[in-house]
């Protein structure tokens, strides 16, 4: 399968743990963007790559949460503190230049108990 | 006020009926228009682009108002398979270099088709 990629599925947290999630975009794809999407609602964007380089983050984006692409390839996003407000299903695209088709991946589900 | 605003669902509908679904946005410097379509506890998947003249793909028909700042969907002859939420995106140039490309989603009409 060369679609995108994301590890784990499912998560269940406590709440105040950390966890960090995977991403692994198609091979090729120059640029990988992180979503929220809560239930009922739309996804919202959390930040966004090209290559190595984080180039936006959203002001969703709190100082708990990081993400990094250390070689312009997978990316994780990790998240400090859990809250239960974190409770989402974050989902990650990569696409292959600017304007181009952004394919989704999985998903992961957060649950923070 | 959420920037792109799309009718409250869910629709239910009988096969072969047509469905239209509507999606207005706030950002007048928005650039490019989709419809994706996103099945329970799945991906947001693309259905299509909307361009400013209109655009068909088999039963899918896109429209785009750049004056009203409107997009539409219409399903015709409507199939169980079509069962999904349909989300609205807008993307317009913003943040580093005005390349980032975001995508920027309503919050979904859910369609249900009944047999």
């Known amino acids: 399968d060369t679609g995108v990629s994301q590890d784990p599925r499912h998560k269940i947290t406590k709440r105040g743990q950390n966890v960090t999630f995977r991403c692994d975009p198609i091979?090729?794809?120059?640029?990988l963007y992180w979503y929220r999407q809560t239930l009922g609602q739309g996804p919202e964007f959390l930040t966004y790559?090209?290559?190595?380089?984080?180039?936006?983050k959203s002001r969703l984006l709190s100082d708990r949460f990081s993400a990094e692409r250390p070689k312009g390839s997978f990316s994780t996003l990790e998240i400090q503190r859990t809250e239960q407000g974190d409770s989402a299903m974050y989902l990650c695209?990569?696409?292959?230049?600017?304007?181009?088709?952004?394919?989704f991946g999985p998903g992961t589900r957060l649950t923070v108990t | 006020r959420k920037e792109v605003e799309q009718d409250p669902g869910p629709f239910n509908v009988p096969e072969g009926a047509t469905v239209a679904f509507n999606c207005t946005y706030s950002?007048?410097?928005?650039?490019?228009f989709f419809w994706y379509r996103q099945d329970c506890r799945k991906e947001p998947k693309l259905l299509m682009s909307?361009?400013?003249s209109g655009n068909e793909d088999g039963r899918f028909t896109a429209q785009l108002n750049r004056a009203s700042q409107y997009i539409s969907l219409l399903i015709r002859d409507s199939k169980l398979s079509d069962s999904a939420t349909y989300l609205c995106?807008?993307?317009?140039?913003?943040?580093?270099?005005?390349?980032?490309?975001?995508?920027?989603f309503g919050t979904g009409t859910l369609l249900a088709v009944q047999p």
């Open positions: 695209a990569s696409s292959l230049e600017r304007g181009g088709e952004q394919y």
């Open positions: 091979s090729e794809h120059n640029r």
């Open positions: 790559f090209q290559n190595e380089a984080q180039l936006e």
């Open positions: 950002n007048s410097a928005s650039q490019s």
């Open positions: 909307v361009y400013s």
């Open positions: 995106v807008v993307t317009h140039w913003g943040g580093y270099g005005g390349a980032t490309n975001k995508l920027i």
